[in-house]
């Protein structure tokens, strides 16, 4: 079984592998983490001291990722889309952006009969089945084999169809860059969607995820997804805590552990545009994955119908989550 790995692990382990690196051949810390088997990670809201050390780090490892826009922008078209800037805005570092991916959210909430406020960060859950992706009409979303969902920006036209179906609205659109800029003049979109990648390049280079790395308390320990979900079910049992991404959209591959449940949770921190809600999450691809059946035995109008129906459910869950865009 490959362990799950927290950052003080990551380092030993690392180390330890060292000596025998020469002898094998085979770089140390490739051989960390499995990248064939759905990798997860375990964030223990407890250990959070709320210090944007990951957010940084993030902002520093994936800065070449970052949007770098032509302007003047042109026409929008269809003009009804909303030009959405945030190069002006790049050190917003309290919302998720185009250029900010991950962010701290916190809640006041009260534990033991004592005042405290927990601190927690918020990224792309990278779901087991998700929505992003298999709905992503351009075919620019995907999922890698370790779990891993990313927007490949090089073919992306922003028309975000995968924020409309992600259940926290987290890709952000950046206007004035992108594929788009080379085609017809443009297309619907006229940008490129962009979220966190989970350090893709990194995991692949056997590297630990920047923020992981980055976080001097431990929070984030990663893994495969089977002992990553054991260990939550160990510290929810042990500190009485709660758990969220379980079962969340049918299950992600980010798994918080709390020490309140999610609803105070979710009633306590600030909702909206950029800033993704706690609430409980029904399993949207479910849902598609009916009307992809219904689509293929279904007489046209019946797979009109089955369409409407699986669009209205997909509104329900974001007014559910909502305010969220
Ligand atoms: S670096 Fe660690 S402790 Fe600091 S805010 Fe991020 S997760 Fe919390
Ligand atoms: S949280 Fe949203 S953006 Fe992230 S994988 Fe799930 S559906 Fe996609
Ligand atoms: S996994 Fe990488 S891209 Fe995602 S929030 Fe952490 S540092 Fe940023």
Same mark, same amino acid.
Request: aromatic content about 6%; some cysteine.
């Given at each position: ?37 759905? @990798? #997860? ?24 990722? =970052? ?21 002006? =805005? ?11 991916? &991950?962010?701290?959210?916190s809640a006041a909430v009260e534990i ?5 406020? &927990?601190? &927690?960060?918020?990224?792309?859950m990278h779901c087991a089945n998700p ?14 084999? $370790? ?13 975000? =169809? ?18 788009? @800029? ?9 940008? +490129? ?9 990194? +995991? ?9 790395? #980055? ?19 160990? @510290? ?16 992600? $591959? ?5 020490? +309140? !449940? /999610? ?32 689509? &293929?035995?279904? !007489? /046209? ?12 459910? /997909? ?7 909502? !305010? $969220?865009?």
């Amino acid at each position: 079984m490959v362990p799950s790995i927290s950052r003080r692990a990551f380092i030993k382990g690392g180390l330890a592998a060292a000596g025998t690196v020469a002898a094998s051949g085979v770089p140390a810390r490739a051989a960390r983490l499995d990248e064939r088997r759905q @990798l #997860a990670t375990l964030l223990d809201i407890s250990k959070c001291v709320g210090c944007e050390a990951c957010v940084e780090a993030c902002r520093e490892v994936n800065e070449e990722k =970052k949007p770098n826009p032509r302007k003047p922008f042109p026409a929008m078209y269809p003009p009804r889309v909303k030009v959405e800037d945030w190069s002006d =805005k790049k050190d917003v570092s309290d919302r998720l952006t185009p250029y900010n991916w &991950l962010f701290i959210q916190s809640a006041a909430v009260e534990i033991d009969g004592k005042e405290k406020t &927990l601190t &927690l960060p918020r990224r792309c859950m990278h779901c087991a089945n998700p929505p992003c992706v298999k709905l992503c009409p351009w075919g620019a979303a995907q999922q890698l084999e $370790n779990g891993i969902a990313r927007i490949d920006a090089d073919i992306c036209l922003g028309g975000s =169809k995968c924020k409309a179906v992600c259940p926290w609205s987290i890709p952000q659109r950046q206007t004035g860059t992108g594929l788009y @800029l080379d085609l017809l003049p443009s297309l619907a979109g006229n940008g +490129v969607m962009y979220k966190c990648d989970r350090c893709y390049d990194r +995991v692949a280079d056997g590297e630990l995820p920047a923020c992981i790395e #980055a976080c001097p308390e431990e929070v984030q320990t990663i893994g495969p997804r089977p002992e990553i979900i054991k260990k939550a079910h160990q @510290l929810a049992k042990e500190t009485g805590g709660y758990i969220y991404g379980e079962t969340e959209n049918g299950g992600t $591959n980010t798994i918080y552990v709390s020490p +309140v !449940p /999610f609803e105070t949770l979710n009633r306590q921190i600030e909702k909206g545009s950029g800033r993704p809600h706690l609430k409980s999450v029904a399993a949207t691809m479910e849902q598609a994955d009916k009307l992809v059946a219904a689509m &293929l035995i279904a !007489p /046209f109008a019946g797979a009109i119908a089955a369409a409407g129906k699986y669009y209205k459910m /997909f509104k329900s869950t974001k007014e559910e989550g909502a !305010p $969220n865009e």
